[in-house]
Structure formats: structure tokens, C-alpha cells
Nanobody
């Protein structure tokens, strides 16, 4: 499975961006889809994840970011509103299914830069 992330860019503080992550094939509803980010000089952190319609968010993005999934298009989205300079990072999408065997896939990053 290949994951293709897109939608990053340069935006002013307070602005919005919508990231997309398209899977190369149907990976099934058993996978958790997540967005991670890694800012300059920072550790990679989990931003948001969605499993069977249940979404979870990092405290730093609650109320500002929304993760959603379109199974018909094998795509997961991250709507980012009220962006702040500290949201600047490389955003990566991840698909994971943990059962008897772990299946995990990473997409390439899409850069988000928020100017003050």
C-alpha cells in the first residue's frame, strides 16, 4: 500500500489548510488512519487518528483540527483551522492495523508552514 499526502503549503496564522492522504488501494475499515507531524528540531508527534469513525486528537490541536475519512475514495483528510506558527511541521499520514500481525504504512510528508 502506498500513501500519498498532499495539501500542505504556506499560510498565515489564523488561516486554514486541508491535507489529504490517498491510499493506493482499499485498505479496509480495520485500519486506523493517523496524521503525525514533525517540526524542526522536534520529535514526531501524533496529531489525530480515526478508527471506525472514532477520532482522537492531540491536546494541542483539539478544537482546531478535524480528521475525517472517505472510504469510497480510500482517503483520509485533516482539516486544519486557526493555524498557529507552532503548527509548522512536516505532516505524515499513517495506516496501521494491529492484529496477530502488525500492518503499518507511511506516506511521504507534506510541509505546512504557518507564518506569524
Amino acid at each position: 500500500v502506498q500513501l500519498q499526502a498532499s495539501g500542505g503549503g504556506l499560510v498565515q496564522a489564523g488561516g486554514s489548510l486541508r491535507l489529504s492522504c490517498a491510499a493506493s488501494r482499499d485498505i479496509g475499515r480495520g485500519y486506523t488512519m493517523s496524521w503525525y507531524r514533525q517540526g524542526p528540531g522536534k520529535r514526531r508527534e501524533l496529531v489525530a487518528s480515526i478508527t471506525s469513525g472514532n477520532a482522537e486528537y492531540a491536546d494541542s490541536v483539539k478544537g482546531r483540527f478535524t480528521i475525517s475519512r472517505d472510504h469510497s475514495k480510500n482517503t483520509v483528510f485533516l482539516q486544519m483551522d486557526n493555524l498557529r506558527p507552532d503548527d509548522t511541521a512536516d505532516y505524515l499520514c499513517n495506516a496501521k492495523r494491529q492484529g496477530f500481525i502488525l500492518y503499518e504504512y507511511w506516506g511521504q510528508g507534506t510541509q505546512v508552514t504557518v507564518s506569524s
